[in-house]
Nanobody, 114 residues
Framework: QVQLVESGGGLVQPGESLRLSCAAS????????MNWYRQAPGMQRKWIALISSDGGTKNYADSVKGRFTISRDNVKNTAYLQMNNLTAEDTAVYYCKSPRVLDWGQGTQVTVSS
């Protein structure tokens, strides 16, 4: 079964950090780029980060550049999103996505609140 499962979200205070994980199964993970998206309450889903299949290229949305770091482990078939200096504006459901997987996963909720 081809799928992506996000995890690692939670409730944190402003300024704190979280690391999200995206576990892939059912396809050749290392052959595809990976993306992270997020959807804030009442808003459309937005792209925030991309990593190439070999990890050599990374791109970020301006809203997260300098605070978030995308990475991957092609042995563990897992992508990560390290999120530092979180603010209330980062509150959203976070999703990972591969061109190989048609459906969106359930995502993982990140809430930043004091």
């Amino acid at each position: 079964q081809v799928q992506l499962v996000e995890s690692g979200g939670g409730l944190v205070q402003p300024g704190e950090s979280l690391r999200l994980s995206c576990a892939a199964s059912g396809f050749t993970f290392g052959a595809y780029a990976m993306n992270w998206y997020r959807q804030a309450p009442g808003m459309q889903r937005k792209w925030i980060a991309l990593i190439s299949s070999d990890g050599g290229t990374k791109n970020y949305a301006d809203s997260v550049k300098g605070r978030f770091t995308i990475s991957r482990d092609n042995v563990k078939n897992t992508a990560y999103l390290q999120m530092n200096n979180l603010t209330a504006e980062d509150t959203a459901v976070y999703y990972c996505k591969s061109p190989r997987v048609l459906d969106w996963g359930q995502g993982t909720q990140v809430t930043v609140s004091s």
